[in-house]
């Protein structure tokens, strides 16, 4: 079982910066595949970025391509999320997820992964 924690949501201005992160609890973590996702009031839960163990090859939605970085640290045991030029519409309630298995044809689905954080909600204002 693995235990994520998301932290460094706010409020923030249009344009502005923030960095999102996600602490596991075991290191189990370092071998699973990492995601953040993000919920949108009345809106489905949906994908922004994925980073693979190994190769740490990285993935984004297009939404968020050239403004969001995804990036891990397996001495921490973390995961984070660089945030800029943020929009209003980047305002949502973000989630970090763990998977044993992902390929880039799954990893857009929320039960290819198999453990979840609480969220950290991001507002962006105009």
């Known amino acids: 079982q693995v235990r994520l924690v998301e932290s460094g949501g706010g409020l923030v201005q249009t344009g502005g910066s923030l960095k999102l992160s996600c602490a596991a609890s075991?290191?189990?973590?370092?071998?699973?595949?990492a995601a953040w996702f993000r919920q949108a009031p009345g809106k489905e839960r949906e994908f922004v970025a994925m980073?693979?163990?190994?190769?740490?090859?990285?993935f984004a939605a297009d939404s968020v391509k050239g403004r969001f970085t995804i990036s891990r640290d397996y001495a921490k045991k973390t995961m984070s999320l660089q945030m800029n030029s943020l929009k209003p519409e980047d305002t949502a309630v973000y989630y970090c997820?763990?998977?044993?298995?992902?390929?880039?044809?799954?990893?857009?689905?929320?039960?290819?992964?198999?453990?979840w954080g609480q969220g950290t909600q991001v507002s962006v204002s105009s």
């Open positions: 075991e290191r189990a973590f370092n071998n699973y595949a």
């Open positions: 997820a763990a998977a044993s298995s992902i390929t880039s044809a799954t990893m857009r689905r929320l039960e290819s992964y198999e453990f």
């Open positions: 980073i693979k163990i190994g190769t740490l090859t990285t």
